[in-house]
């Protein structure tokens, strides 16, 4: 079975300044993607940024980076220049690839609060 | 495009009635997942239907949950003899089909609140 864990619940961060989300997973298959899910108070899951575990480039979209160390199974976020509608609940998933009998049904840790400060 | 659409926003109930939620997924999307997301649990997949094929309901917690998806479409998530441990916000998420990546989009949740 796979599980993904978040040990931060709470986080908080100056605008314009840099956040670490960490996230670390467990799994014996190979073939897998990584997500990092945004869900501010309107409850709406919102995907930020997704990594392929085949791929070792770790993914980039815009100010959101991971640091994707498959070795040490561990995924983490980072945010640059953070702005106050980045303030939101963070989840990390996983994913096996979908086909083959697998449902594509994500498993999510349990979720980082970050608080933007202005 | 529409997103997901989910109904009702909000569902107080009280102990031991039942309880439907719809779903709405995006047009033309096969793949329909249910979610739900609790205090104490986090948030746990429930169950997955992709087209005609027999849905995977490996994550309903009891039998008093049950789900159904007519046509293809419109789905409906059922939960009978609702416990106070049932409340939770329920999230459907819909993917134009389930092989190799395609990005899951999710409908906005259902707050279930059960007294």
């Known amino acids: 079975a796979q599980t993904v864990t978040q040990s931060q619940p709470e986080m908080s961060v100056q605008e314009a300044e840099t956040v670490t989300l960490s996230c670390t997973y467990d799994?014996?298959?190979?073939?897998?993607?990584l997500f990092w899910y945004k869900q501010p108070p309107s409850r709406q899951m919102i995907l930020v940024i997704r990594q392929e575990a085949y791929k070792q480039q770790n993914a980039t979209e815009n100010r959101f980076s991971v640091n994707f160390q498959k070795a040490a199974k561990s995924f983490s976020l980072k945010i640059s220049d953070s702005q106050l509608g980045d303030t939101a609940m963070y989840f990390c998933a996983f994913m096996l690839v979908p086909g083959s009998g697998n449902t594509g049904k994500l498993i999510f840790g349990q979720g980082t609060t970050l608080q933007v400060k202005p | 495009g529409a997103g997901v659409s989910q109904s009702p926003s909000n569902k107080v109930t009280e102990k031991g009635k039942d309880v439907e939620l719809r779903c709405d997924p995006i047009?033309?999307?096969?793949?329909l997942y249910w979610y739900r997301q609790s205090l104490g649990q986090g948030l746990e997949f429930l169950i997955y239907?992709?087209?005609?094929?027999?849905?995977?309901k490996s994550g309903l917690p009891s039998d008093r949950f049950s789900a159904e998806r007519t046509g293809g479409s419109v789905s409906t998530l059922t939960i009978q003899r609702t416990q106070q441990e049932d409340s939770a916000v329920y999230l459907c998420a819909s993917s134009i089909r389930p092989r190799g990546y395609n990005e899951q989009f999710f409908g906005p949740g259902t707050r279930l609140t059960v007294l």
């Open positions: 047009s033309g999307h096969t793949a």
């Open positions: 239907f992709q087209g005609n094929s027999a849905p995977d």
């Open positions: 799994t014996s298959e190979n073939n897998y993607y």
